[in-house]
Every structure is written in C-alpha cells, then in structure tokens.
C-alpha cells in the first residue's frame, strides 16, 4: 500500500523513537516506500536531533546499497560488466562496509606490480602469480573470502577461479589474451596455442589441451559462478541477510524481480503465510 508524503512524513517524525525495536520498524516501514523516501530523506540530513540524524544516515546507507546492487544486478543480465568491476561488487555484496574505491586502489597496486615485470606470454604470467604468492585453495571448501576480491588480493589465497580471473585481466593489460576454461573440477587458463597454465598445481605449465576437453568461461558466467558461490556460503551459514541481499541480487541478474521461487524460510511469500496461520492459531 502506498503511503502520501504526510504519512510518510509522519514516521519520519519518530525517527526520534528511543526504544530500538520500535525504531527497526519504523525504519523497515520507511524502506518499503524507497522512492518517496530518498525524496524526503535531505529534509532531515541537518536535523538538531543527533538520534534523527543517525537513523537517516543508516536509511540512506540502506538505500545506497540497493542502487549498488540494481545497478550490479543489472549490468550482470545485460552482460556489459569487465571482470574486475564484477568481482569486486561481488565483494562488496559480502563486506559492504568496504568501498570500492579501496578495491580498486588494491588492484592498481598489483597491475603496477605487474608493469615492472616483462610478461610477455603465459609462462612469464605464471611466473608473475608465484612470485607474488598467489595460491589456489580447495574449491570444495566454502570460504566466502577465497571468492571476495579484495580479501584475495590482500591474504594472496582464493580459489582457482578467482585467481585465474585476476592473472587473465594481468595478462590482458599486458595484451596477452588467455582463455579462462574449465577442465573436469579444476579451472585454468590456455593461450593460443592451447597450453595450460594450472593454479592448483603451483602455477605449472601443462600440455596443449585437445578439443572437448575444456569449456571457455566468459566474464558473466565467472561473476554469476562467483555470487551463487557467496549465496551458498550464507545458506550454508543461516545468514537470512546475505541470502537475501545476494539472492535478490542473483534472482534480477536473470529476470526475476525476488527470491519468492526460493524454499521456506527464505521465500518471503512463504514466511509471510506461515506468520498470518501464527496468529490464526494464537486467536482461537
């Protein structure tokens, strides 16, 4: 239902409310009305009340998050989106505290990195990585920061597959163009010639693969993979938040405005019937 500017102007008075609980809904009551909310919103970023203040500075914070994630969402299903910039909104999904501008000063550090050192092919790639420290961990293992950026970059550890993204787009500032493929479980990169460059096996350099052997990743397939991959560890974690955020996220990225096709208690349809039979047995 959708609320006037007076009603709405009516809840942004309690804003001041000092009971926390209360405040939570008023605040999630605020958020179900995002486009006459960010409009309201300025009015009270000066308000004399510091408690106010706050609160509309959370809001806003709210807000801002969800523009960041339509817009990800977005270029994910539309496919104009560079592989670095996907990965790291895809961090910023998971620590969305961190910023982007941090990210990317991190990546810019290692592409300096990479400018001091003659890469010239596969081989000098691959030297590049090992000497930086890079190292694959186990895929099967659901670490959320082996798959976040910017937690790679910093600890040098993630899986083969965000690693192999990180030394593809090394590789293409220096113009060597690899393949990012898939072969069996494991992931690796092959250049023209079809040779192998294996993360989990030391950054080694393997024979020319046969045709049908491997599958070529593009950059949407790598950042979906990614993000189902940081959904799964909140599932895996019980964490309603980020199986929400990074579903919805997932779910618009392919077509679908929410995660209502999603089982209980993650299907917010589901919960809803579940809370309305609560009070139906609570009133006999």
Not at 63 to 74: N, P, V
Not at 100 to 118: C, G, I, Q, V
Not at 183 to 195: K, M, Q, S, T
């Amino acid at each position: 239902m959708t609320r006037n500017k007076s009603q709405l102007s009516s809840l942004l008075k309690l804003l001041d409310e000092p009971n926390q609980q209360a405040a939570s809904l008023i605040m999630a009551e605020l958020l179900e009305h995002e486009p006459e909310l960010e409009n309201l919103l300025p009015e009270l970023q000066e308000s004399d009340d510091t408690l106010i203040r706050k609160r509309v500075h959370q809001l806003e914070t709210i807000l801002f998050l969800r523009r960041r994630r339509r817009a990800f969402a977005e270029k994910l299903k539309s496919g104009s989106i560079g592989m670095i910039e996907g990965l790291i909104e895809i961090h910023l999904q998971w620590y969305d505290n961190d910023t982007s501008e941090a990210l990317w000063k991190e990546w810019d550090k290692l592409k300096e990195a990479a400018s001091k050192n003659n890469l010239v092919n596969i081989e000098s790639i691959a030297y590049f990585m090992r000497k930086m420290g890079f190292s694959a961990q186990p895929s099967d293992d659901i670490q959320p920061d082996y798959y976040c950026f910017g937690t790679v970059l910093e600890e040098f550890a993630g899986t083969d597959l965000i690693l192999c993204a990180i030394a593809q787009e090394i590789g293409r500032n220096s113009n060597i163009e690899l393949k990012l493929v898939q072969v069996l479980e494991n992931f690796g990169l092959i250049d023209a010639d079809r040779r192998v460059l294996n993360p989990k096996d030391g950054w080694r350099m393997h024979s020319p693969l046969k045709d049908g052997s491997y599958k070529v990743w593009d950059t949407c397939t790598v950042l979906r993979y990614a993000a189902s991959m940081l959904f799964l560890a909140a599932v895996s974690s019980d964490s309603f938040r980020y199986v929400n955020t990074i579903g919805t996220c997932l779910a618009k990225s392919i077509g679908e405005d929410n995660i209502n096709f999603l089982p209980f208690p993650y299907n917010e349809v589901t919960s809803n019937n579940k809370k309305k039979d609560n009070k139906r047995k609570k009133g006999h």
